[in-house]
């Protein structure tokens, strides 16, 4: 064990970590080592009369819980830390809930429903209730449960609550406290738990047994809370709740990182935390040991605009670094190609691999021009966050076999394979299993199981076909006790038909479901031998979908897929950090988005999105936006994101001001005089014109950040197109003039071929490289 652990930390860590005598808050500045400090913390409690068991750790991703039991090892042995109580929020309240299930009405083999589930039983009451499912959409409706468990309030709460049913009302939807009644029922008729009732109903068995309480607050002696300002209601009542007689408790997060309101979390625990507990030392740790002095000023400078906050001053010691470039595009397309060509340019000179490269983005649908120009350019990427590999079709089906046959009750489970693969089992039938069982209030398992006691009668050819699947699943069910989670698993797949299904044909939608489930059976075979090396012996199928279940977008990354430029959304990228950044569409009603409305609370989230973003940079931070965007199908004017201007301009280098005013032909004359000696075929041979430090380092500010157009972007017809050509001036064109494209920015005419409508040009654009435009159909104009 390193003795000299804490001598390593800074005054400010040091302290946070020494301190143990009552409620702690430490406000972690992004890069400023807030894992080391947790992770030294609880190494020092061990080191103090505290045993792994009396720590109760909690964090919001698998990830981080593995990587902080990791660094703890190394400190205090591997044994040691085994045994400690860390994990996600519902990885550690869903072990509590097995053990104590029987306190609030579940068995300890409880399903746990993921979203989709939630939402196709949300579906399914909908319709049952004979509402209009264009009126109740699932997702809102799902969303309002949520929100509404999130805050502690049952179904009986929301029901006497005016406010609520007000709203409900006003958004056309009354009988939502009704759907949400009745979802609370069938979840509990098929002893199953959403993500959210892993909350709700660890609060509950705390409320509601204080014995319970009291061997859970006997125990945890030391609570730790990482990411304190993304918890919701739930999560912060519950640790108060068990922090409630010792007040031993530590959050550590940083207010100014607050970006998760859609889902549920709550600001205000991180900012009156001290008002909930009074006695609470602060500490604040403001070194930022990842980004430049640059980097770490600008963003400074940017989120002190907010006014709800704790007040901090992050620095930084590394080197000064170079300001944060400011892009200017003329489209959408044209900021792929600059920040594209940008990559290059830094690979080239500071010999950067693909993995140093983020770009990020407000929302998933501006990945596409970046995906484009890569592709073009044979560079390889990825995209974070995507479909999640538990989230694909015939991984669900067979995780559903899984849990069906773990819990039989489960509702969701059983609608999604009782015909799959298909055997002849229609959805009329699958109707009259639910009537019967809705209406006898038993499971859709029991009524299947005993259909004459339910009132169904089905036909000799319909009954043979439920009688073999019910065979079929009690078969594995008689499985599940004495075969470990790979043995039954293996056993299903074969069995259930899902393996000769995926495979009655070679297209390679079916070559990738099969991978896709050959390497399900890995992850199960990995995951039993990985917990009998480590001394654990449950490796059941019930334990394998507690593992399973909750897995977030991060957790199930491979880190061995890293040789890749990063794609992601901003959202996605907080907790990461990149050698170089991107944070392209930097424009108004884009970032900040058009939802924020007159919302101060919203702007001021969307600025520390924003503030996210810049921080997750060491070394280089780029900001891009376009003048012109395809947004909805249609091309839009843009302004620059009002966040621009919350930067000190001191520390951005901004580019040359190209409005289609009279800048227009001052930047024509540049692009003539640096491309005099001959235009380079390669798009990305000279530097970008929109980073031309030297002519644009002393322009004042509002030159280049205010808006050409008006703030809110407005919808341009093509009619109203000012770039769109006229036949003659498409007749006009001749080799050797400069044009202004709509979407591909300045470019010189390099030759022109064919007649009338025939006529084409080949341009060679500064970003985009050469392109070959027929002028009857190019939107352009001729400016030298």
């Not at 093509?718 to 064109?733: E, I, K, L, N």
């Amino acid at each position: 064990m390193n003795a000299n652990y804490i001598e390593e930390l800074n005054e400010g860590q040091r302290a946070a970590v020494l301190y143990n005598d009552g409620p702690s808050l430490v406000i972690a500045g992004a890069g400023s080592g807030k894992t080391r400090v947790l992770t030294y913390k609880i190494a020092y409690l061990l080191e103090n009369n505290y045993q792994p068991w009396n720590i109760l750790a909690l964090t919001f991703t698998n990830k981080a819980a593995r990587e902080m039991k990791e660094r703890i090892a190394r400190q205090v042995g591997a044994q040691r830390a085994r045994h400690l109580w860390m994990g996600t929020f519902h990885s550690i309240f869903l072990r509590i809930l097995h053990v104590e299930a029987a306190n609030i009405g579940f068995t300890s083999q409880f399903t746990i429903y993921d979203t989709s589930d939630s939402k196709s039983l949300v579906r399914s009451i909908i319709k049952e209730m004979g509402l209009d499912e264009k009126v109740y959409k699932p997702g809102s409706v799902q969303a309002r449960i949520s929100n509404a468990k999130n805050h502690l309030v049952s179904p009986a709460g929301y029901a006497a609550n005016k406010e609520a049913y007000e709203g409900d009302c006003a958004a056309k939807m009354p009988a939502i406290r009704d759907i949400y009644r009745r979802y609370w029922e069938r979840c509990r008729q098929a002893d199953a738990m959403d993500f959210d009732d892993l909350l709700f109903y660890t609060f509950i068995l705390f409320r509601d047994h204080p014995e319970v309480l009291a061997r859970y607050q006997e125990q945890f002696r030391y609570i730790l809370v990482d990411e304190y300002q993304d918890t919701n209601y739930a999560q912060h009542s519950i640790v108060l709740q068990l922090a409630k007689g010792h007040q031993h408790v530590c959050v550590v997060g940083d207010d100014a990182q607050s970006i998760y309101s859609f889902r549920g979390a709550d600001i205000d625990n991180i900012l009156y935390f001290t008002k909930v507990y009074p006695d609470t030392k602060v500490f604040k740790l403001e070194q930022n040991y990842r980004s430049t002095q640059t980097i770490v000023c600008a963003a400074n400078s940017l989120i002190e605009k907010n006014q709800r906050q704790i007040r901090k001053e992050v620095f930084s010691e590394k080197e000064k670094g170079e300001a944060i470039g400011v892009f200017q595009a003329y489209s959408d397309v044209e900021e792929g190609d600059i920040v594209i060509n940008k990559i290059a340019e830094l690979r080239r000179s500071e010999h950067y691999v693909y993995s140093d490269f983020a770009i990020l983005y407000r929302t998933n649908a501006q990945s596409r021009v970046f995906e484009e120009a890569m592709r073009k350019r044979g560079m390889p990427y990825r995209i974070y966050g995507g479909l999640s590999f538990y989230q694909r079709k015939e991984i669900k089906d067979v995780i559903a076999y899984f849990r069906l046959v773990v819990n039989p009750n489960d509702e969701e489970a059983f609608k999604r394979i009782i015909n799959y693969p298909a055997r002849g089992i229609g959805e009329t039938t699958v109707g009259k299993i639910i009537a019967a069982a809705t209406e006898n209030n038993v499971s859709l398992w029991n009524a299947l199981c005993e259909p004459l006691t339910y009132g169904l009668n089905f036909n000799k050819g319909t009954h043979t076909k439920l009688q073999g699947f019910r065979d079929l699943i009690v078969s594995f069910i008689e499985g599940v006790a004495e075969k470990n989670a790979y043995e039954i698993g293996t056993e299903i797949i074969r069995q259930s038909g899902i393996i000769n299904d995926v495979c009655q044909d070679n297209s390679p939608e079916n070559l990738s479901r099969k991978e896709n489930i050959e390497e399900l059976v890995n992850g199960v075979s990995d995951f039993c031998a990985m917990r009998l090396e480590e001394g654990n012996p449950n490796v059941s199928l019930t334990d394998f979908l507690s593992e399973v279940s909750l897995l977030t977008d991060q957790d199930s990354d491979k880190d061995g897929d890293d040789e890749k430029i990063t794609l992601m959304t901003v959202h996605s990228a907080k907790g990461l950090e990149f050698k170089n950044v991107f944070v392209v569409g930097m424009e108004e009603n884009l970032f900040p988005s058009g939802m924020v409305g007159d919302s101060p609370r919203a702007l001021e989230e969307e600025r520390r999105l924003f503030y996210v973003a810049i921080t997750r940079a060491e070394e280089h931070c780029f900001l891009s936006y376009a003048r012109t965007r395809f947004r909805y199908g249609k091309m839009e004017f843009g302004s620059p994101s009002r966040f621009l201007k919350d930067i000190d301009i001191r520390f951005l280098r901004l580019p040359q001001d190209t409005g289609l005013g009279s800048k227009v032909d001052e930047e024509a004359g540049h692009f003539r005089r640096e491309n005099s000696g001959g235009f380079s075929r390669s798009p990305h041979a000279r530097e970008s014109l929109y980073n031309s430090e030297k002519e644009t380092s002393q322009r004042p500010k509002q030159q280049i950040i205010a808006p050409s157009v008006p703030r809110n972007l407005k919808r341009v017809t093509p009619s109203a197109s000012p770039v769109a050509p006229s036949s003659a001036s498409a007749m006009a064109v001749q080799q050797g003039q400069l044009i202004e494209h709509e979407r591909f920015g300045l470019g010189e005419v390099i030759n022109v071929e064919g007649n009338g409508d025939n006529a084409k040009a080949t341009i060679r654009f500064k970003n985009a490289g050469d392109k070959q435009l027929l002028l009857r159909f190019a939107r352009f104009k001729i400016i030298g």
